[in-house]
């Protein structure tokens, strides 16, 4: 092979080599946050009277304006109990700085959610909770969505169920 074209194709390669990583994109995500379902620690945890316990639940990101994170200490992660409605205590992402030209994000989270108490509805419509369910298991799931600064909520995501020992 001569070696001006050798030398030259060396010199192409290292210039492509050189000139790819700077004509990437940045991510084209939607300016609403967007979460899926990744995991879940365990899917059997007791009810708080029989002592503490906890879950682990991880979900993936995305948010094209990438202005997640709070500012002003304002709750973020919204759960909410799937058998009731009930809202559960809110957590708070911490601000996010943006990066770079391109201020679309994307990430992991993972939040611990403490465990709840079992639900009882007896025949007469009335609802008892943790000592008093004549139940010795109990099944929920957490709904959870994220919110930006502008004030866009994301989609809602459900955990499996989870089952809860009552007694």
């Known amino acids: 092979m001569n070696k001006s074209i050798y030398t030259g194709a060396i010199f192409l390669a290292l210039l492509a080599i050189i000139l790819v990583p700077q004509c990437v994109k ?11 379902f990744t995991s879940i620690s365990k899917t059997t945890m007791k009810q708080i009277p029989l002592g503490p316990d906890s879950v682990l639940i991880s979900f993936e990101f995305t948010d094209g304006d990438g202005d997640l ?6 709750p973020n992660i919204y759960i909410q109990d799937g058998r009731d409605q009930f809202n559960l ?14 201020n679309g994000i ?11 108490c079992c639900i009882y509805n007896d025949p007469g419509g009335f609802s008892l909770v943790c000592e008093d369910v004549p139940i010795a298991f109990d ?4 709904i959870i969505w994220i919110k930006d600064q502008a004030g866009h909520e994301s989609n809602k ?8 020992i009552c007694k």
């Open 26 to 36: 940045p991510p084209d995500y939607p300016d609403e946050p967007v979460i899926e």
């Open 69 to 74: 994170g709070s500012i002003n200490d304002e």
């Open 89 to 102: 205590p809110a957590y708070q992402l911490p601000y996010i700085p943006p990066q770079g030209t391109g």
């Open 106 to 116: 994307s990430g992991l989270i993972s939040i611990v959610v403490p465990s709840s």
């Open 139 to 142: 099944t929920l799931t957490y």
């Open 157 to 164: 995501i459900e955990t499996p169920p989870i089952g809860l």
